[in-house]
């Protein structure tokens, strides 16, 4: 199609350019080179890849920025040879492809796929600010499943956004997913309910194998493999929600998992742990965890 013709040679430029940076020395990369690059990937119609292109901008000014900016331009130039060898892809792989390079799906689409029902817990949630568009991700957990989902929603800024979803709750509902390699945004098809607390029990729910109360957890290292099945299936995905048990939060790195350095304050995590195992929901990211929520002895749940 025209479409494909214009992102083929949108990304073979992308190609060229990362190549040309490589080549001339990370020192050199300016703010007014990615812009430029961003806009033409747009006129593209691959605006996927201007997305990330643009926000390049912000891991100029992160400690450690060239490591990161590598890494950055190694997915990209990913992205692009995936793009032109999409033909002898796995159908899901090149699906993914053409998501991450911007081609759209419709809502109508991802509620014809087949729907998962389940006992969710809500894990928890944050905001972002994108252009003029506030974007709300919410984490969701399958209990019988274990299978993670995001879901987004959006509305222009100072605008209300959905807050039907609500930290430390479980509900049963049924859940499409978008399609690609390794499934994670979905759409909350039909909800029926919230699945009401055990007895005694706080709004959480369970109590985890650790001993502490939240939904069911696994190792560190269990969500390591986890993380690295996603990453093998999808290399562009840039978080996965995990619900961690039996863990403790510790000042040093030595044999843990990193916190994100932009993950807020530690010290709710460390007062409700009291040097004890507990049950953390967070979201994995390249550049370290970022904590949701914990439960307290009581079933609480306690938004980090």
Same mark, same amino acid.
């Given at each position: ?7 083929? $040679?949108?990304?073979?430029?992308? +190609? ?37 292109? @643009? ?7 992160? +400690? ?6 590598? +890494? ?91 807050? @039907? ?38 709004? $959480? #729910? ?5 001993? $502490? ?25 840039? @978080? ?15 044999? #843990? ?15 409700? $742990? #009291? ?12 550049? #370290? ?16």
């Amino acid at each position: 199609t025209v479409r494909h013709g214009r992102v083929a $040679s949108g990304l073979a430029e992308l +190609e060229r350019w990362l190549a040309d940076q490589v080549r001339q020395g990370l020192a050199g990369a300016a703010e007014h080179d990615w812009e430029g690059l961003a806009k033409r990937l747009v006129d593209a119609q691959a605006p996927g890849a201007a997305g990330t292109v @643009s926000r390049l901008i912000r891991v100029r000014s992160e +400690e450690g920025w060239p490591g990161r900016l590598l +890494e950055e331009y190694a997915l990209l130039n990913l992205l692009a040879v995936a793009y032109r060898r999409r033909a002898g892809l796995p159908a899901a792989l090149a699906r993914t492809v053409l998501i991450r390079a911007g081609f759209p799906v419709t809502r109508e689409e991802v509620l014809a796929q087949p729907a998962v029902r389940d006992h969710w817990d809500v894990l928890g949630g944050r905001d972002e600010v994108q252009d003029r568009l506030t974007a709300r991700k919410v984490w969701l957990r399958g209990r019988a499943t274990q299978r993670p989902a995001l879901i987004l929603s959006f509305a222009p800024q100072g605008q209300p956004l959905d807050s @039907s979803l609500v930290t430390g709750t479980t509900i049963e509902a049924d859940l499409t997913y978008y399609p690609g390699a390794a499934p994670l945004r979905a759409l909350v098809a039909a909800r029926h309910g919230t699945v009401p607390p055990p007895p005694g029990r706080g709004p $959480s #729910g369970a109590r985890g194998s650790s001993g $502490s109360c939240g939904p069911p957890g696994v190792s560190p290292e269990e969500a390591l493999d986890e993380v690295a099945a996603a990453l093998a299936d999808d290399p562009w995905t840039e @978080s996965w929600p995990l619900v961690l048990s039996g863990v403790v939060p510790e000042r040093t790195g030595l044999g #843990g998992l990193p916190l994100h350095v932009r993950a807020r304050d530690p010290w709710r995590l460390i007062a409700v $742990s #009291g040097g004890r195992p507990l049950t953390v929901a967070v979201e994995w990211t390249p550049q #370290g965890l970022r904590p949701l929520t914990t439960w307290d002895d009581d079933g609480r749940a306690v938004i980090l």
